[in-house]
């Protein structure tokens, strides 16, 4: 299943500038703030608040920072490719230049980790994040995004 | 002093040819050959036409040890059979066991009767000595060789050569008797073999029982449990053969009783009947080898190999075939049954009863059975691998068992000390799989002793030794087998995302969801590991929390530093989605069919 069901074209940052984990964080929020309606302090407490347990970052250069956010109605996905990579604490030490964003409904449960586990294996796919850092713009990404894992893979 | 030095003199040629039999035992071990027949060679060289010169024929001393040996030896066989086994393949070991040795007999002695110009009588002796296959052989060599042949296979023929010999004693002593005591009506002879298999089973049975209870009633000294059931087994034989009753037959149904009950030392008394086997072997053969006069062998090789021939090619497959025809085994498995008719120890010890009670030409029994015996070990015991893969009857990879030691734990018998080598590619190490019944209690590692959780993560080359229920003891060899490793890493091991090892449940289950326990939530990842698990971590075991699957990503010192999670299956949804397509395709050609 492509990942497009879970971000919308507009929910793409093909260029985001951050400096840090924290900045990024903290850019991402307040986007997605943007995009759902909701206040940004929120969203970017829930993010820090599992960054916490262990750094969202899954090695080779990308982090999947998620949460539940009680007033969503749907799950929703924010991606950024970054201009220029960043220390986000990774397990494998690398910086970090693909961040996907996933917010959760306080009742997604069972959804929630599946669409978790489904963007953690697409993104880890070396193809799929080769294509991704060569795409130059939102539309590009968005294409990838929106393969098949089959032919992604 | 003149009968002071003679005695020291026995003593000295008799410990010195015993402890060249025990060292031939390294040779014998390094080719595969069978033991029995190197003790069987040891004795010729030794005796009064090889080298050594020893002139030896009390006959009568010859009759006493190797009787003994075999009751002892017997006794073994029943204690180390396994009923369990038994059960799974009663009906097809039972039939070949006691049908297909009469049915075997029966055919070798037309063929013996031709060849070596003897009347009836004599030629069913010379098949009944021949009639049985070899516990001792068919277990070393289906072990040696690594084969791991179908179950069925494999348990077929071990209990049928650890159960016929009862058959083929009792023909042989009966067909000895009918000899001995020259023309006796037939009605006398059947009330002779009722009442030696009914009374002699009933006493094995009875003693058997008895064994245990005094075993486990009475508190002997540590050391005197093995000695105990030894002589008890000797008390059992010499009990039933003088009550006119089938010694042989009870002394092994004693073994049988003995060894498949929960007793005190059981273990000790399996390796003192271990040491006491091997020594009646070698006494016994070596014995039996004085007593050959091996240039008189040349003679009759020739009728002897005939007899070797039909056995092998005639009568032992017409009984295999015979048997297990009721039963589901295919082709291939009753070609490769009929291969492994292993002749050893068995029938040259059968073979020398007519020697020993002096029946006339009794040496011709002895030299069929000895011609017979060379010839199965050495074509069959060698080919049995080459058969095994030809027919396809073993798996493909031949697993050797890894080595495993038993150890008592006396005040109970529950629960016994079971140990290991740990294999580098053991399922344990690699992916720390153990039953739940049981529980690392020691590891040695560079000759030192420690806990479990002094050792840390048990490494390659350490021992460990887990408490098991006894009966179970065996199970655990699949977990110490070492197997080559996967081609690759199973790709579900793989964690989606990563937690410290501090992490508690409850901050894990508010973010992801899950039901914990009220009094887990302040629990570290760390602490449910070492408590799941009762044992130090080692790196990629896992666990599951609700729907997420937990895995040991980093461990130090024992415990989890880095958890992987495994979130969920993400192809799961797509499998069901598929089957409902699937049927809502199939219902709807079903009803367009219908309408059509």
Redesign the interface.
């Given at each position: 299943?492509p990942l497009t069901d879970l971000v919308a074209r507009n929910a793409i940052i093909p260029a985001l500038k951050a400096n840090g984990k924290k900045q990024a964080l903290h850019e991402l929020a307040t986007k997605a703030a943007e995009l759902i309606g909701q206040p940004d302090r929120a969203i970017y407490e829930i993010l820090l608040?599992?960054e916490r347990?262990?750094?969202?970052a899954?090695g080779n250069g990308i982090a999947?920072p998620?949460?539940?956010l009680g007033k969503l109605d749907r799950l929703f996905g924010l991606f950024a490719r970054l201009d220029r990579s960043i220390e986000f604490d990774a397990?494998d030490g690398q910086p970090v230049d693909l961040i996907f964003l996933l917010l959760a409904p306080?009742s997604?449960?069972?959804d929630?980790?599946?669409a978790?586990?489904?963007v953690?294996?697409l993104l880890r796919d070396a193809d799929t994040a080769k294509k991704l850092r060569e795409s130059r713009d939102a539309d590009a990404i968005y294409a990838v995004l929106a393969l098949p894992p089959a032919s992604a893979a | 002093m003149q009968s002071l030095d003679t005695v020291s003199l026995v003593i000295l040629l008799g410990a010195m040819l015993l402890l060249v039999g025990i060292l031939s035992s390294l040779i014998a071990m390094r080719f595969g050959a069978p033991l029995l027949l190197v003790f069987l060679l040891l004795g010729m060289l030794a005796g009064e036409a090889g080298p050594g010169g020893i002139v030896f024929n009390d006959v009568q001393t010859a009759y006493l040890v190797g009787s003994i040996s075999l009751a002892l030896i017997l006794f073994d066989g029943g204690f180390r059979t396994r009923l369990q086994t038994f059960r799974t393949v009663l009906g097809p070991s039972v039939l070949l066991a006691t049908v297909g040795v009469v049915v075997t007999t029966a055919l070798v002695a037309p063929v013996a009767r031709f060849v070596l110009d003897l009347g009836w009588t004599e030629a069913l002796l010379v098949g009944a000595v021949v009639g049985s296959t070899d516990a001792a052989a068919v277990f070393f060599l289906l072990h040696a060789h690594g084969l791991r042949l179908r179950p069925r296979v494999g348990a077929t023929l071990e209990i049928e050569s650890a159960t016929n010999d009862p058959a083929a004693i009792f023909l042989t002593v009966l067909l000895v008797e009918i000899l001995l005591l020259g023309n006796q009506s037939w009605d006398v002879i059947a009330v002779t073999i009722a009442r030696q298999a009914i009374l002699g089973g009933l006493i094995g049975y009875v003693a058997g029982k008895a064994i245990v209870l005094f075993l486990n009633r009475i508190g002997l000294q540590q050391g005197l449990h093995a000695p105990f059931v030894a002589v008890g087994a000797l008390v059992v034989f010499g009990l039933a053969a003088s009550l006119q009753a089938s010694g042989f037959l009870a002394v092994y149904l004693a073994g049988l009783i003995v060894g498949n009950r929960p007793t005190r030392a059981h273990n000790s008394i399996g390796v003192f009947l271990d040491a006491t086997t091997w020594l009646a072997q070698i006494v016994m053969f070596v014995l039996l080898g004085l007593l050959v006069w091996p240039e008189r062998l040349v003679s009759s090789i020739g009728p002897a190999l005939i007899v070797a021939l039909a056995l092998t090619l005639i009568a032992r497959p017409v009984a295999v075939f015979l048997c297990l025809a009721p039963y589901r085994f295919s082709l291939r498995e009753r070609i490769f049954v009929s291969w492994v008719g292993l002749r050893g120890a068995v029938g040259i010890f059968l073979a020398s009863i007519p020697l020993l009670v002096g029946l006339p030409a009794a040496y011709l029994y002895f030299d069929v059975a000895f011609v017979v015996v060379l010839f199965s070990l050495l074509v069959q015991g060698w080919s049995i691998a080459v058969a095994a893969r030809k027919l396809d009857i073993a798996f493909p990879r031949a697993d050797p068992l890894p080595q495993r030691v038993e150890l008592d734990l006396p005040g109970q018998m529950a629960q016994e000390l079971v140990g290991y080598s740990v294999a580098a590619n053991s399922p344990y190490l690699r992916r720390g799989l153990l039953p739940s019944w049981a529980k690392p209690s020691l590891v040695v590692r560079d000759e030192r002793v420690f806990t479990p959780e002094e050792a840390e993560s048990v490494r390659q080359g350490d021992y460990i030794y887990l408490l098991a229920p006894p009966e179970k003891a065996q199970a655990l060899d699949r977990f110490f087998v070492d197997m080559p490793p996967p081609a690759r890493p199973d790709p579900r091991l793989l964690g989606d995302f990563f937690v410290s090892g501090d992490v508690t449940l409850g901050a894990l289950a508010e973010i992801y969801g899950l039901q914990v326990a009220p009094e887990h939530t302040e629990k570290p990842l760390a602490d449910y590991f070492a408590e799941e698990r009762r044992r130090p971590i080692k790196q990629d075991d896992t666990l599951l929390l609700g729907p997420i699957g937990l895995l040991a990503h980093r461990v130090e010192g024992g415990r989890v530093t880095t958890v992987g999670l495994r979130l969920a299956e993400p192809d799961d949804d797509v499998g069901a989605q598929s089957l409902i397509a699937r049927l809502k395709r199939m219902a709807r050609r079903a009803l367009a069919a219908l309408r059509g």
């Open positions: 299943m608040q599992r347990l262990g750094s969202t899954v999947i998620h949460g539940k397990l306080e997604a449960g069972a929630h980790l599946k978790l586990a489904r953690a294996r | -």
